[in-house]
């Protein structure tokens, strides 16, 4: 099991029945629930992760329905069968995505309205949006318990508005140099739990391409500080991930500096999948997702997954390497 994965998982969940009428009163009620975090696992029971803050969240909910003439109790579970730990998660993670995808697209609207050639009017105009677009993520990441994977592309996204928004040029960041090749070699490499397409391609490519005999750990994610020779791939704040629109497959592949086209063929597959753009219209792309949709939902280890995603990609560089020559 993946460090910082707990072995015993507890939730709390809020069994509810809401009176049929006043109907604002059902829609607030939804709404404060929205506002935690929480994720219904059946129609009137709702979840968060086991903790005093949460705990606290549903006991203010909790008088909330009854002083308005619901009846609801709370309860600590562990769960036995039916659903599962990781099943739940996942509920948490898509209702996070849907957040994230949805900040993403106003990210990518405004970054289209300013523009190449943006006046200092326009940009003027757009930074009080940027600002709302920050306010937003800031509010879905504090609900975003498990650190679900479109966190990334709204980072990456609303960075690269504020570095277009910069009036000083010189404030802008340069972009980040390949690194030399004994620079990524004999390193400890380090990503979130839980790895998608995303994780899973990027270490295919580093024992395929990079280093061989590479370690990779995965961890918790949330608030990890790297130890000494570590290197922080698609996470947050990592040393190599999502920057801009691309993803971290292609902020690898560039810091490498591997000049390929089978694996620039790989990098648009995996950006569509994962940035869900469809940005380079890779008809392979949906294949491919469901391939790796199977293999994670067969596999709950990390190096099982990428031991089993490891063949998909060596096939498909093996495939677009013929399809060229």
């Not at 943006?118 to 009080?128: F, L």
């Not at 392979?284 to 063949?311: C, F, H, K, V, Y």
Request: net charge negative.
């Amino acid at each position: 099991m993946s460090e910082g994965e707990s072995q015993d998982q507890r939730w709390l969940l809020l069994i509810h029945q809401l009176p049929s009428k006043p109907a604002y009163f059902r829609v607030k009620i939804w709404r404060r629930l929205q506002g935690i975090g929480a994720v219904a696992v059946k129609s009137t029971v709702y979840a968060l992760p086991a903790n005093a803050e949460m705990q606290e969240d549903f006991e203010w909910l909790l008088k909330e329905i009854v002083a308005g003439g619901g009846e609801a109790m709370m309860c600590e579970a562990r769960l036995v069968d039916g659903l599962s730990d990781a099943q739940v998660r996942a509920m948490f993670d898509a209702a996070r995505d849907a957040d994230y995808a949805e900040i993403a697209g106003e990210a990518r609207e405004l970054a289209a309205a300013i523009g190449a050639d943006a006046t200092s009017e326009k940009h003027a105009e757009a930074r009080p949006q940027l600002g709302r677009l920050r306010k937003r993520l800031a509010e879905v990441v504090t609900i975003d318990f498990f650190g679900a994977s479109g966190r990334l592309t709204v980072e990456g996204l609303i960075a690269e508005l504020e570095i277009q928004l910069t009036e000083d040029k010189a404030m802008t960041k340069e972009p980040k140099k390949a690194a030399e090749p004994s620079e990524l070699k004999g390193r400890i490499w380090v990503t979130r739990r839980d790895v998608h397409v995303d994780r899973i391609a990027c270490s295919w490519l580093i024992r395929r391409f990079i280093d061989a005999d590479a370690i990779i750990r995965f961890v918790a994610g949330k608030g990890y500080v790297p130890k000494h020779g570590e290197l922080r791939f698609d996470m947050f704040e990592g040393e190599i991930t999502h920057e801009g629109d691309r993803c971290s497959f292609e902020v690898l592949l560039t810091r490498s500096a591997i000049n390929d086209p089978a694996l620039q063929a790989i990098a648009e597959i995996v950006h569509d999948i994962d940035l869900k753009d469809n940005k380079f219209g890779r008809e392979e792309a949906t294949g491919i997702a469901s391939l790796i949709a199977g293999i994670a939902m067969a596999n709950e280890s990390d190096e099982q997954r990428i031991a089993q995603g490891a063949p998909v990609f060596d096939n498909l560089y093996q495939y677009f390497r013929k399809k060229r020559g």
